[in-house]
DNA sequence: TCTTGCTATGGAGTTAACTCCATAGTTTAA
DNA sequence: TTAAACTATGGAGTTAACTCCATAGCAAGA
Protein backbone atom coordinates (compact mmCIF):
# COMPACT_ATOMS: atom_id res chain seq x y z
CA UNK A 1 0.00 0.00 0.00
CA UNK A 2 1.57 3.66 -0.90
CA UNK A 3 1.24 6.35 1.54
CA UNK A 4 -2.05 7.83 -0.33
CA UNK A 5 -3.92 4.33 0.61
CA UNK A 6 -2.65 4.71 4.22
CA UNK A 7 -3.84 8.43 4.80
CA UNK A 8 -7.12 7.72 3.59
CA UNK A 9 -7.30 4.45 5.40
CA UNK A 10 -6.79 5.64 8.71
CA UNK A 11 -7.82 9.31 8.09
CA UNK A 12 -3.97 10.86 9.01
CA UNK A 13 -2.29 13.19 6.45
CA UNK A 14 0.45 12.18 4.32
CA UNK A 15 2.43 15.32 6.67
CA UNK A 16 1.69 12.82 9.60
CA UNK A 17 2.47 10.11 8.60
CA UNK A 18 6.38 10.64 6.98
CA UNK A 19 6.31 12.71 10.54
CA UNK A 20 6.05 9.46 12.67
CA UNK A 21 8.14 7.72 10.34
CA UNK A 22 11.26 10.56 10.68
CA UNK A 23 10.79 10.79 14.80
CA UNK A 24 11.28 7.04 14.90
CA UNK A 25 7.63 6.34 16.01
CA UNK A 26 7.10 4.20 12.65
CA UNK A 27 9.71 1.84 11.56
CA UNK A 28 11.46 2.49 8.42
CA UNK A 29 9.49 2.40 5.59
CA UNK A 30 10.43 0.07 2.39
CA UNK A 31 11.06 2.02 -0.80
CA UNK A 32 9.81 0.82 -4.54
CA UNK A 33 12.34 1.34 -7.14
CA UNK A 34 11.37 5.25 -7.38
CA UNK A 35 11.33 5.82 -4.02
CA UNK A 36 7.79 5.90 -3.04
CA UNK A 37 7.07 4.37 0.65
CA UNK A 38 5.36 0.81 0.26
CA UNK A 39 3.49 0.29 3.51
CA UNK A 40 3.27 -3.48 4.60
CA UNK A 41 1.05 -5.56 6.40
CA UNK A 42 3.33 -4.70 9.95
CA UNK A 43 3.80 -1.18 8.85
CA UNK A 44 -0.02 -1.02 8.88
CA UNK A 45 -0.30 -2.54 12.39
CA UNK A 46 2.44 -0.07 13.54
CA UNK A 47 0.29 3.02 12.15
CA UNK A 48 -3.26 1.47 13.76
CA UNK A 49 -1.90 0.72 16.79
CA UNK A 50 -0.03 3.97 17.39
CA UNK A 51 -2.92 5.95 16.40
CA UNK A 52 -5.15 4.51 18.68
CA UNK A 53 -2.50 5.27 21.45
CA UNK A 54 -2.57 8.69 20.33
CA UNK A 55 -6.07 8.82 20.31
CA UNK A 56 -6.15 7.85 23.84
CA UNK A 57 -4.16 10.63 24.99
CA UNK A 58 -0.60 8.90 24.80
CA UNK A 59 2.33 11.34 24.13
CA UNK A 60 4.48 10.80 21.47
CA UNK A 61 7.36 10.47 23.49
CA UNK A 62 6.17 7.65 25.74
CA UNK A 63 5.28 5.95 22.27
CA UNK A 64 8.66 6.37 21.03
CA UNK A 65 10.05 5.17 24.12
CA UNK A 66 7.61 1.97 23.79
CA UNK A 67 8.42 0.82 20.26
CA UNK A 68 12.03 1.54 20.76
CA UNK A 69 11.94 -1.21 23.87
CA UNK A 70 9.59 -3.61 21.62
CA UNK A 71 11.33 -3.38 18.80
CA UNK A 72 14.75 -4.21 20.19
CA UNK A 73 15.95 -7.42 19.28
CA UNK A 74 17.83 -8.11 22.91
CA UNK A 75 13.74 -8.65 23.91
CA UNK A 76 11.83 -11.54 24.27
CA UNK A 77 8.20 -12.08 23.43
CA UNK A 78 7.56 -12.40 26.88
CA UNK A 79 8.90 -9.11 27.67
CA UNK A 80 7.08 -7.50 24.98
CA UNK A 81 3.80 -9.09 26.56
CA UNK A 82 4.93 -7.01 29.52
CA UNK A 83 5.57 -4.08 27.68
CA UNK A 84 1.88 -4.27 26.39
CA UNK A 85 0.81 -4.64 30.13
CA UNK A 86 2.79 -1.84 31.25
CA UNK A 87 0.79 0.47 28.56
CA UNK A 88 -2.35 -0.44 29.49
CA UNK A 89 -1.45 -0.14 33.17
CA UNK A 90 -1.02 3.68 32.60
CA UNK A 91 -3.94 3.76 31.01
CA UNK A 92 -6.25 2.35 33.80
CA UNK A 93 -3.92 4.58 35.83
CA UNK A 94 -5.62 8.14 33.60
CA UNK A 95 -9.13 6.90 33.70
CA UNK A 96 -9.25 6.46 37.33
CA UNK A 97 -8.09 10.25 37.65
CA UNK A 98 -10.79 10.91 34.95
CA UNK A 99 -12.95 8.82 37.20
CA UNK A 100 -12.18 11.27 40.21
CA UNK A 101 -13.17 14.09 38.50
CA UNK A 102 -16.60 12.78 37.21
CA UNK A 103 -17.44 12.00 40.68
CA UNK A 104 -16.10 15.59 41.51
CA UNK A 105 -18.69 17.13 38.87
CA UNK A 106 -21.63 14.44 40.10
CA UNK A 107 -20.61 15.72 43.82
CA UNK A 108 -21.43 19.51 42.63
CA UNK A 109 -24.20 18.73 40.58
CA UNK A 110 -25.80 16.81 43.70
CA UNK A 111 -25.24 19.13 45.85
CA UNK A 112 -25.45 22.38 43.38
CA UNK A 113 -29.27 23.61 45.63
CA UNK A 114 -28.08 22.80 49.17
CA UNK A 115 -24.84 23.66 49.87
CA UNK A 116 -22.95 26.98 49.70
CA UNK A 117 -19.31 26.53 48.00
CA UNK A 118 -16.59 26.19 50.41
CA UNK A 119 -13.13 25.53 49.05
CA UNK A 120 -12.67 22.68 51.22
CA UNK A 121 -15.55 21.20 50.79
CA UNK A 122 -14.92 21.22 47.27
CA UNK A 123 -11.50 19.76 47.84
CA UNK A 124 -12.70 16.92 49.94
CA UNK A 125 -15.46 15.97 47.84
CA UNK A 126 -12.71 15.43 45.07
CA UNK A 127 -10.17 13.70 47.33
CA UNK A 128 -12.31 11.89 49.09
CA UNK A 129 -14.22 11.14 46.10
CA UNK A 130 -17.57 9.87 48.21
CA UNK A 131 -20.59 10.58 46.43
CA UNK A 132 -22.38 11.56 49.33
CA UNK A 133 -25.50 13.64 48.73
CA UNK B 1 -4.64 35.07 50.31
CA UNK B 2 -2.18 36.32 47.95
CA UNK B 3 -0.45 35.19 45.09
CA UNK B 4 2.21 33.21 46.55
CA UNK B 5 0.17 31.27 48.72
CA UNK B 6 -2.02 30.11 45.87
CA UNK B 7 0.54 29.06 44.26
CA UNK B 8 1.91 26.80 46.83
CA UNK B 9 -1.55 25.52 47.73
CA UNK B 10 -2.13 24.65 44.26
CA UNK B 11 1.47 23.75 43.28
CA UNK B 12 0.99 25.84 40.30
CA UNK B 13 3.28 29.00 38.72
CA UNK B 14 2.49 32.11 39.88
CA UNK B 15 3.06 32.61 35.65
CA UNK B 16 0.26 30.61 35.24
CA UNK B 17 -2.31 31.69 38.06
CA UNK B 18 -1.55 34.86 36.30
CA UNK B 19 -1.49 33.34 32.78
CA UNK B 20 -5.07 32.24 33.75
CA UNK B 21 -6.58 35.31 34.40
CA UNK B 22 -4.86 37.23 31.45
CA UNK B 23 -6.68 34.62 29.15
CA UNK B 24 -9.89 35.30 31.11
CA UNK B 25 -9.82 31.65 32.68
CA UNK B 26 -9.85 33.14 36.02
CA UNK B 27 -12.17 35.89 36.76
CA UNK B 28 -10.26 39.41 37.32
CA UNK B 29 -8.48 39.08 40.65
CA UNK B 30 -8.79 42.16 42.83
CA UNK B 31 -5.88 44.56 43.80
CA UNK B 32 -4.54 45.76 46.95
CA UNK B 33 -3.39 49.40 47.66
CA UNK B 34 -0.27 48.26 45.85
CA UNK B 35 -1.69 46.77 43.07
CA UNK B 36 -0.86 42.67 44.55
CA UNK B 37 -3.16 40.36 43.96
CA UNK B 38 -5.61 39.15 46.60
CA UNK B 39 -7.39 35.97 46.19
CA UNK B 40 -11.03 35.55 47.49
CA UNK B 41 -12.80 31.85 48.42
CA UNK B 42 -14.74 32.03 44.90
CA UNK B 43 -11.55 32.73 43.17
CA UNK B 44 -9.67 29.83 44.94
CA UNK B 45 -12.77 27.78 44.16
CA UNK B 46 -12.58 28.76 40.15
CA UNK B 47 -7.99 27.77 40.46
CA UNK B 48 -9.41 24.49 42.18
CA UNK B 49 -12.15 23.68 39.69
CA UNK B 50 -10.04 24.34 36.77
CA UNK B 51 -7.19 22.78 37.80
CA UNK B 52 -9.16 19.62 38.61
CA UNK B 53 -10.56 20.35 35.20
CA UNK B 54 -7.10 20.52 33.52
CA UNK B 55 -5.88 17.64 35.02
CA UNK B 56 -8.60 15.49 33.30
CA UNK B 57 -7.31 17.10 30.01
CA UNK B 58 -9.97 19.42 29.13
CA UNK B 59 -8.46 21.93 26.69
CA UNK B 60 -8.13 25.83 27.68
CA UNK B 61 -10.07 26.69 25.08
CA UNK B 62 -13.41 24.38 26.16
CA UNK B 63 -13.08 25.57 29.60
CA UNK B 64 -12.80 29.34 28.76
CA UNK B 65 -16.28 28.68 27.32
CA UNK B 66 -17.37 27.10 30.13
CA UNK B 67 -16.35 29.72 32.43
CA UNK B 68 -17.74 32.56 30.32
CA UNK B 69 -21.20 30.71 29.89
CA UNK B 70 -21.09 29.92 33.88
CA UNK B 71 -20.76 33.47 34.60
CA UNK B 72 -22.51 35.08 32.36
CA UNK B 73 -25.28 37.03 34.19
CA UNK B 74 -28.43 36.23 31.87
CA UNK B 75 -28.10 32.69 33.27
CA UNK B 76 -30.12 30.69 35.84
CA UNK B 77 -28.88 28.21 38.94
CA UNK B 78 -30.63 25.66 36.69
CA UNK B 79 -28.41 26.58 33.33
CA UNK B 80 -25.51 26.76 35.52
CA UNK B 81 -26.20 23.06 36.77
CA UNK B 82 -26.45 21.70 33.21
CA UNK B 83 -23.49 23.07 32.52
CA UNK B 84 -21.69 21.31 34.78
CA UNK B 85 -23.76 18.17 33.77
CA UNK B 86 -22.53 19.01 30.28
CA UNK B 87 -19.05 19.38 31.87
CA UNK B 88 -19.31 15.81 32.96
CA UNK B 89 -21.05 13.94 30.16
CA UNK B 90 -17.55 14.70 27.85
CA UNK B 91 -15.76 13.71 30.30
CA UNK B 92 -17.45 10.18 30.43
CA UNK B 93 -17.27 9.96 26.16
CA UNK B 94 -13.40 10.51 26.79
CA UNK B 95 -13.40 7.58 29.41
CA UNK B 96 -15.27 5.32 27.26
CA UNK B 97 -12.70 5.82 24.30
CA UNK B 98 -9.96 5.16 26.24
CA UNK B 99 -12.00 1.63 27.86
CA UNK B 100 -11.94 1.20 24.44
CA UNK B 101 -8.42 1.07 23.81
CA UNK B 102 -7.76 -1.00 27.09
CA UNK B 103 -9.93 -3.50 25.61
CA UNK B 104 -8.25 -3.62 22.54
CA UNK B 105 -4.75 -3.52 24.73
CA UNK B 106 -5.77 -6.53 26.71
CA UNK B 107 -6.91 -8.36 23.62
CA UNK B 108 -3.20 -7.74 22.25
CA UNK B 109 -2.06 -9.45 25.93
CA UNK B 110 -4.72 -12.29 25.71
CA UNK B 111 -4.04 -13.23 22.43
CA UNK B 112 -0.19 -12.55 21.93
CA UNK B 113 0.66 -16.45 22.05
CA UNK B 114 -1.91 -17.95 20.11
CA UNK B 115 -2.18 -15.60 17.07
CA UNK B 116 -0.65 -14.12 14.45
CA UNK B 117 -0.84 -10.32 13.74
CA UNK B 118 -2.94 -9.24 11.24
CA UNK B 119 -4.57 -5.93 10.28
CA UNK B 120 -7.97 -6.79 9.75
CA UNK B 121 -8.28 -8.76 13.11
CA UNK B 122 -6.76 -5.92 15.20
CA UNK B 123 -8.84 -2.99 13.86
CA UNK B 124 -12.21 -5.57 14.74
CA UNK B 125 -11.01 -5.94 18.24
CA UNK B 126 -10.68 -2.82 18.56
CA UNK B 127 -14.21 -1.69 17.00
CA UNK B 128 -16.09 -4.84 18.96
CA UNK B 129 -14.12 -4.47 21.70
CA UNK B 130 -14.97 -8.10 22.60
CA UNK B 131 -12.37 -9.30 25.01
CA UNK B 132 -12.35 -13.06 23.12
CA UNK B 133 -9.66 -15.71 23.65
C1' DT C 1 4.74 14.59 -25.47
C1' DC C 2 2.81 17.65 -22.49
C1' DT C 3 0.46 18.80 -18.59
C1' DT C 4 -1.57 17.71 -14.35
C1' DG C 5 -0.98 15.22 -10.22
C1' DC C 6 1.43 12.48 -6.90
C1' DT C 7 5.70 11.70 -4.11
C1' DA C 8 10.20 12.90 -1.70
C1' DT C 9 13.13 15.84 1.33
C1' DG C 10 14.72 19.45 4.35
C1' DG C 11 13.34 23.08 6.62
C1' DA C 12 10.13 26.75 8.04
C1' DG C 13 5.62 27.91 10.18
C1' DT C 14 1.70 27.07 13.48
C1' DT C 15 -1.05 26.26 17.77
C1' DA C 16 -1.78 25.44 22.64
C1' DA C 17 -0.34 26.20 26.94
C1' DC C 18 2.62 27.66 29.27
C1' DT C 19 7.35 29.81 30.93
C1' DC C 20 10.78 33.27 31.00
C1' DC C 21 12.58 38.02 30.76
C1' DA C 22 13.29 42.98 31.35
C1' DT C 23 11.86 46.72 33.76
C1' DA C 24 9.90 48.90 37.62
C1' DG C 25 7.38 49.49 41.97
C1' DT C 26 6.83 47.38 47.04
C1' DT C 27 7.94 45.02 51.30
C1' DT C 28 10.81 43.20 54.72
C1' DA C 29 14.68 41.72 57.38
C1' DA C 30 19.31 43.31 58.97
C1' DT D 1 18.07 52.76 55.02
C1' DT D 2 19.58 49.66 52.12
C1' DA D 3 19.91 45.15 50.04
C1' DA D 4 17.31 41.03 49.15
C1' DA D 5 12.98 39.26 48.04
C1' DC D 6 8.46 39.71 46.15
C1' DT D 7 4.98 41.58 42.83
C1' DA D 8 3.24 43.72 38.41
C1' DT D 9 3.08 44.16 33.28
C1' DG D 10 3.91 43.49 28.40
C1' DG D 11 6.10 40.87 25.47
C1' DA D 12 9.39 37.30 23.95
C1' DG D 13 10.74 32.37 24.16
C1' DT D 14 9.70 27.29 24.57
C1' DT D 15 7.80 22.57 23.72
C1' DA D 16 4.96 19.10 21.53
C1' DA D 17 2.93 17.65 17.63
C1' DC D 18 1.97 18.58 13.86
C1' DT D 19 1.33 21.26 9.12
C1' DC D 20 2.95 23.81 5.29
C1' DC D 21 6.29 25.17 1.71
C1' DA D 22 9.78 25.15 -1.94
C1' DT D 23 12.09 22.44 -4.94
C1' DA D 24 12.61 18.44 -7.66
C1' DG D 25 11.82 13.73 -9.36
C1' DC D 26 8.24 10.35 -11.17
C1' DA D 27 3.56 8.94 -13.38
C1' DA D 28 -0.65 8.71 -15.87
C1' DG D 29 -4.17 10.48 -18.89
C1' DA D 30 -5.36 13.49 -23.22
Redesign the interface.
Known sequence: MNINAISKEFNLSKDTLRYWERIGLLPKIKRNSSGYREYS??D??WV??IQ??R???MTIESLIEFVDLYRSDNNT?ET??SL??E??DL??Q??K???K??N???Y??NN??SHT???EN??LA?ENNKEEK
Chains 1, 2 share one sequence.
Open positions: ETKNFYVLNAGNRKLIQRLEEIERQTIYLSKIYDLKYEKY
